[in-house]
T-cell receptor, first 113, second 112 residues
């Protein structure tokens, strides 16, 4: 089944404790992206990747890192999480040529205390 | 979502048409999209329209694009209870349309 998976789905952590949210897709998509969703703000793009080893900042990249060592994986790293990073995070992927058709993962709800 | 604006709520009677509106600011947007998010789920692409089109119809969905006013709308005919969700308008930006900007979403609720 074609899908985007994220882990964990739920995470509660404390300020400053490094964490990684994994994202994996099995559709051989070149383009992958991370978003955060906050009430009243919709989805805001954090980082995106056009292909392996190619990443770029979205609108809200501060406090986040990403890597794209393999085509299928695009982990989101919070080196020192803060409470303002409490949010619902979505990973998405699409073919490079048909970028409009993004497939979204189920989301990761992160709480930083 | 400051570049893409939507009203936050819409309530419609079952069987009526729903019209969700969106305005965007970037006249160079390549694609404009409508996504649907059901409770506890990720976003699902409903439909999209290229910026050189005025209208697109897909079963119960009709998308209208007014480039002059930078206005996009989604019409859902014969609205059903299963249409209850949050609907997001989005535009692609950048030279390679790689950045996607979402609106804040419109919550559609259906009255019996």
């Amino acid at each position: 089944e074609a899908q985007v998976t994220q882990n964990p789905r739920y995470l509660i952590t404390v300020t400053g404790k490094k964490l990684t949210v994994t994202c994996s897709q099995n559709m051989n998509h070149e383009y992958m992206s991370w978003y955060r969703q906050d009430p009243g703000l919709g989805l805001r793009q954090i980082y995106y990747s056009m292909n392996v080893e190619v990443t770029d900042k979205g609108d809200v990249p501060e406090g986040y890192k990403v890597s794209r060592k393999e085509k299928r994986n695009f982990p989101l790293i919070l080196e020192s999480p803060s409470p303002n990073q409490t949010s619902l995070y979505f990973c998405a992927s699409s073919l490079s040529q048909s970028r409009y058709e993004q497939y979204f993962g189920p989301g990761t709800r992160l709480t930083v205390t | 979502g400051e570049d893409v604006e939507q009203s936050l709520f819409l309530s419609v009677r079952e069987g009526d048409s729903s019209v969700i509106n969106c305005t965007y600011t970037d006249s160079s947007s390549t694609y404009l999209y409508w996504y649907k998010q059901e409770p506890g789920a990720g976003l699902q692409l409903l439909t999209y329209i290229f910026s050189n089109m005025d209208m697109k119809q897909d079963q119960r969905l009709t998308v209208l694009l007014n480039k002059k006013d930078k206005h996009l709308s989604l019409r859902i005919a014969d609205t059903q209870t299963g249409d209850s969700a949050i609907y997001f308008c989005a535009e692609s930006k950048g030279s390679s349309a790689s950045k996607i900007i979402f609106g804040s979403g419109t919550r559609l609720s259906i009255r019996p």
